[in-house]
C-alpha cells in the first residue's frame, strides 16, 4: 500500500516489485502444500458424538472441517466418520440443535479416533442462562437453568433467593428469615422439587416451610416451568426444580472449594467447603464430602430492627460411585438443620394490639430493640435427612436401566411465643421411603423415550397439639415419554401420559378421639408438545397438558394456629382433585451474537383449583389472636407472559431487560384470584472491563427491579365498606436498585472467585405482597455483602 503515498517513480516501481515477489512466493508455497497434501488424502477420523448430561447418542450431529468444508452426520448409535482427511491441523465443528456448537483445533497425521459429548446450548439472558425454548432440545416447553458464574453469584443465599432472577419465578416470604419459590403464581405443593434426583418430601406444603434443601450442593438449578413438568410427577402443576450435583469427579486427584460470605443486614456469615477425588489405582471409584454453616442475626428494616429474626443452619452431604462402562451404582446421604427465629411482633396477645399493629406504619417499639444473634420464641426448628441409593445398567442396543431407592426423615418443631405453654408446641415426623424404576430405550423406529413406574410410602406423626392429624398415604404411579425428531432435524415431537393413585389412610389424632374417613384418589394426565427450528436462530415451541392435583394433607385436615405463618387455618376434608389444562406457546430468535430476545406465553384452566382464602376476621386462642383463614376450591384461570432480552450493545457493555405478567381469575366469583403476584419488571446494565494480567472475568453490573401494586385482587365488602376478603390492602408499588462488581484473581492455576454487591442499594422502604408477614412490618432494608469462592487442589493423583 506504500505505493499510493510516494511521489517518486522509482520507489514506487521498486516496492511494485518486492510485493509481486512475495505474491509469487506464497503462491508457489501453497502449491507446494496442496501437491503434497493431495499424496496424504487418505486419512479418516471417526468417533462417537454425546449428550454431556445424559450420555444418550445424537442422531443427525454434524460434524465438518471449516477449511475444506467435508462433513458428515451421525447415524443412529451416534457414531461419524470423516472420510478423506489431508495431513495438517484444521479446525473441526460440531453441530447439533440445540445443543452448543463445539469447535476445536485438530492434527491430521494418520487415522483417528475421537469422542465428544455437547452441552445443551445456553444464552445469558438476565445473569440466567436460559435453555429449552432459546436451546435446549431435550423439551417442548421453557426451561431456565442457574449455573456456572451465575450460580456463584447467588451462593450463600436460600433455594428460592437462588431463583428469584429466573423469569416468571417469584418468592413467597414468610418474613424475612423463610422464602419459598413461585412459579407462575404457584407455590408449595404445585412445585415439586427434586433434590439429586430425589422428589423432596418434607411438610413442604407449608407457605412458611422453606425447602430443607442446602444450595451449596448444586452445581446446576434447572426451573421446568409450564406443560413439561408433568412427566416429574402429577402434581407438578406449577413447576419442577432440579438441584442437581455436578457429576462425581473422574480424574485421579483430590480437589475441592472453599465458599465464603458475609451479609451486612443481619451480619450473617456463610462458610461452605467441598472435598472429592478419584484414585488412580481405582478408577471406577469417586466421593464427595460437602458441608455448609450459615449464621445471621437480627434482620433490619429501614429504620427499625425487626426483633429475633435470626437464623442458623448446618448441613453436610457424602456421595461416593462406582462407575463401569456397563454399569454403576451410587449412594448420597445428607442432612440439612436449621433454626428460624420468627418475627415477634408478628404473635399478637390480644385483637385490639393485632388490630392496632396492622394499622401502624411500623411495629410496636417493644419489636424493634436492636441487633441480636440469638433465636428466641417464637421459632421453628427443621431437621432433614436424605439417603439414596441409585443403580443403572447398559444393557447394549436396548438402552439403559435405572432403578434408585431412597429415605427421607423430616422432623418439624415449631414454639409458640410463650414459653411456659410448652404444651402448644407444633411437633411433626414425616418419613418417606421411595423407589423408582425407568427404561430410557435408545432409538426405535425414530423414538427416543423413558418407560417407568413410581411407588412412594409416607407416615406422618405429630406431638403434642394437633394441625395436621397423624395419616399414611401410599402412592404409585406408572408413565411413559417419549421423543421424535425429524431427519432434516427442524422437528422434534414429543408426548409422555402418567397414571397416579395416592391415598391417604388411618386419618386419626393421638388419642383417637377424631377419626378421619380414608381419601383415595387416581387420575391419568398427558402431555404433547412440538418444536420447531425452522432455522438457526429462530425457535418455536408448544406444549399442551392435563393436570391431576391430590389435595395435600393440610388442605383437606388442618385446623388450628399456623405457627410460621402467624394465621388461623381450617382445612376441607371433602376437597375434590384439581384437575385442568395447561398451555404454553414459546419463541426465540437470536438476530446476532449481540441480540437476543424469548418470550413465553402461558394459559392454565383449572377446575376445583384450591388456595387458601384470606377474610377480614379474627381468631382469638389461649396464645393471642390471629387472622383466620380457610381452603376452598374454585374454577379458575390464569394466563401471563414473561419476556426478556438481551443486547450487547458496545464490546464491553451489555444491556438486558425482562418481564414478568400474570392475570388470574375466580371464575365461580367473576372476579380476581388471591395471592398471585404483581407484575414486575427488571434493567440490568453491566460493564465488561476486559482481563488484565491478574484479573479476568472482571464485571461491573446495575440492576433495577420494579414490582407494581397488586390492585388485581379480589373484593366483597363488609358492613363498613371495606374489603372483608383480607386484612389489609395490598402494598404500594417499589423499585429496588442493585449493584455488583466481581472478577477472578489469577494467582496461580487456580482462580480466587471475588464478588462484592450491595442489594436495596437506596434502603428502600417497601412491603412485598406476597410476604405474609407484610401485615406486620417491612422488609429488610440495604445489604452489603461479599463473596469470596477458593478452589483448591490436594493431590493430583
Given amino acids: 500500500m506504500e505505493v499510493l503515498y510516494h511521489d517518486d517513480g522509482y520507489t514506487s516501481r521498486i516496492l511494485f516489485m518486492n510485493m509481486i515477489q512475495r505474491v509469487v512466493s506464497l503462491l508457489a508455497l501453497c502449491l507446494l502444500f496442496v501437491r503434497t497434501g493431495y499424496a496424504q488424502c487418505t486419512y479418516t477420523l471417526s468417533g462417537k458424538i454425546t449428550d454431556s448430561q445424559t450420555n444418550e447418542a445424537l442422531i443427525g450431529a454434524t460434524i465438518g472441517v471449516v477449511e475444506t468444508q467435508q462433513a458428515t452426520a451421525t447415524d443412529e448409535r451416534g457414531f461419524y466418520k470423516l472420510n478423506g482427511l489431508c495431513a495438517g491441523t484444521y479446525t473441526i465443528r460440531v453441530m447439533h440443535i440445540g445443543c452448543k456448537t463445539y469447535q476445536f483445533s485438530y492434527t491430521v497425521a494418520g487415522d483417528g479416533k475421537r469422542n465428544i459429548q455437547l452441552e445443551h446450548a445456553i444464552s445469558e439472558l438476565q445473569g440466567i442462562t436460559v435453555a429449552g425454548v432459546s436451546s435446549q432440545k431435550s423439551m417442548s416447553g421453557p426451561v431456565s437453568e442457574v449455573s456456572g458464574k451465575t450460580l456463584e453469584k447467588v451462593r450463600g443465599l436460600s433455594l428460592a433467593e437462588s431463583l428469584k432472577d429466573v423469569n416468571g419465578v417469584t418468592m413467597l416470604s414468610t418474613g424475612a428469615t423463610v422464602s419459598k419459590p413461585i412459579i407462575n403464581g404457584l407455590h408449595s405443593n404445585r412445585v415439586l422439587i427434586y433434590n439429586n434426583g430425589v422428589r423432596q418430601e418434607g411438610q413442604q406444603w407449608g407457605t412458611d416451610h422453606a425447602p430443607e434443601v442446602d444450595p451449596f450442593i448444586a452445581n446446576k438449578l434447572v426451573v421446568i416451568k409450564g406443560a413439561n413438568a408433568i412427566r416429574y410427577g402429577g402434581d407438578a402443576v406449577g413447576g419442577v426444580i432440579l438441584v442437581e450435583p455436578k457429576p462425581l469427579p ?55 430492627w425487626l426483633d429475633n429474626t435470626g437464623m442458623e443452619e448446618k448441613n453436610f452431604s457424602l456421595a461416593t460411585g462406582w462407575r463401569k462402562e456397563k454399569y454403576g451404582l451410587e449412594l448420597f446421604y445428607s442432612q440439612f438443620n436449621t433454626n428460624i427465629g420468627v418475627f415477634t411482633g408478628s404473635h399478637i396477645g390480644n385483637r385490639k394490639d393485632l388490630e392496632e399493629t396492622i394499622k401502624r406504619d411500623r ?130 415431537l414429543e408426548g409422555a401420559i402418567r397414571y397416579d393413585n395416592k391415598s391417604y389412610t388411618d386419618v386419626h389424632d393421638n388419642l383417637h378421639e377424631k377419626n378421619f374417613r380414608d381419601r383415595d384418589f387416581a387420575g391419568l394426565t398427558g402431555t404433547l408438545g412440538a418444536t420447531w427450528y425452522p432455522n438457526q436462530r429462530t425457535t418455536i415451541a408448544f406444549n399442551a397438558t392435563n393436570v391431576y392435583r391430590v389435595p395435600g394433607p393440610n388442605e383437606l385436615y388442618a385446623y388450628g394456629i399456623h405457627h410460621g405463618t402467624a394465621m388461623f387455618e381450617e382445612g376441607d376434608r371433602n376437597l375434590k382433585a384439581e384437575q ?57 384461570n390464569m394466563k401471563g407472559v414473561d419476556a426478556q432480552i438481551r443486547w450487547h450493545f458496545l464490546p464491553k457493555w451489555q444491556f438486558s431487560s425482562k418481564a414478568s405478567i400474570l392475570r388470574a381469575r375466580n ?66 408499588a417499589y423499585t429496588l436498585v442493585n449493584l455488583e462488581a466481581g472478577t477472578d484473581w489469577h494467582l496461580g492455576k487456580r482462580p480466587i472467585g471475588f464478588i462484592l454487591g450491595a442489594s436495596n442499594l437506596l434502603n428502600q422502604k417497601y412491603r412485598e405482597y406476597l410476604n405474609t408477614f407484610r401485615y406486620f412490618a417491612d422488609d429488610p432494608g440495604i445489604n452489603v455483602y461479599l463473596k469470596v469462592k477458593v478452589p483448591f487442589t490436594i493431590t493430583k493423583k
Avoid at 405429630?462 to 399414611?472: A, D, G, H, T, V
Avoid at 384452566?605 to 377480614?616: A, E, S
Avoid at 472475568?697 to 427491579?705: A, I, K, N, P, Q
Fill in 250 to 304: 473422574t480424574t485421579p486427584g483430590i480437589s475441592g472449594e472453599l465458599n465464603l460470605g458475609a451479609f451486612s443486614n443481619n451480619r450473617m456469615g456463610v462458610t461452605s467447603a467441598t472435598v472429592e477425588g478419584n484414585f488412580a489405582k481405582i478408577p471406577a471409584l469417586s466421593w464427595r464430602v460437602q458441608g455448609t454453616l450459615r449464621k445471621g442475626g437480627t434482620y433490619r428494616a429501614p429504620g427499625y
Fill in 363 to 492: 411495629p410496636l417499639p417493644e419489636f424493634t430493640h436492636g441487633f441480636s444473634y440469638d433465636i428466641n420464641r417464637p421459632m421453628q426448628t427443621a431437621e432433614h435427612e436424605l439417603f439414596k441409593a441409585k443403580a443403572y445398567l447398559n444393557t447394549g442396543k436396548i438402552g439403559k436401566i435405572n432403578l434408585d431407592f431412597s429415605r427421607q426423615f423430616n422432623y418439624r418443631d415449631e414454639l409458640d411465643r410463650n414459653s411456659a405453654l410448652s404444651v402448644n408446641n407444633l411437633k411433626l415426623n414425616l418419613t418417606t421411603y421411595t423407589a423408582n424404576l425407568a427404561w430410557d430405550h435408545y432409538n426405535w423406529h425414530g423414538l427416543r423415550g423413558t418407560i417407568g413406574a413410581t411407588g412412594t410410602y409416607q407416615r406422618n406423626h405429630y406431638q403434642s397439639r394437633m394441625f395436621i392429624p397423624n395419616y399414611e398415604s401410599i402412592a404409585w404411579g406408572v408413565f411413559a415419554a417419549e421423543k421424535w425428531e425429524s431427519k432434516n432435524n427442524q422437528w422434534m
Fill in 580 to 636: 385442568g389444562i395447561k398451555m404454553n406457546l414459546s419463541g426465540n430468535y437470536k438476530i446476532s451474537d449481540n441480540f437476543e430476545a424469548d418470550v413465553v406465553v402461558y394459559y392454565n384452566r383449572f377446575q376445583n383449583f384450591i388456595f387458601l382464602q384470606l377474610t377480614d376476621s379474627l381468631q382469638g386462642s389461649v396464645r393471642g389472636f390471629f387472622p383466620y383463614a380457610y381452603y376452598t376450591q374454585a374454577n379458575v
Fill in 667 to 732: 371464575e365461580d366469583i367473576n372476579d380476581w384470584l388471591i395471592s398471585m403476584p404483581s407484575d414486575r419488571f427488571t434493567q440490568d446494565l453491566t460493564f465488561y472491563p476486559g482481563d488484565t494480567k491478574r484479573l479476568k472475568d472482571s464485571y461491573f453490573s446495575l440492576t433495577v427491579s420494579s414490582v407494581t401494586k397488586q390492585t388485581r385482587v379480589p373484593f366483597e365488602a363488609n358492613d363498613k365498606g371495606e374489603n372483608k376478603l383480607d386484612l389489609m390492602a395490598p402494598p404500594n
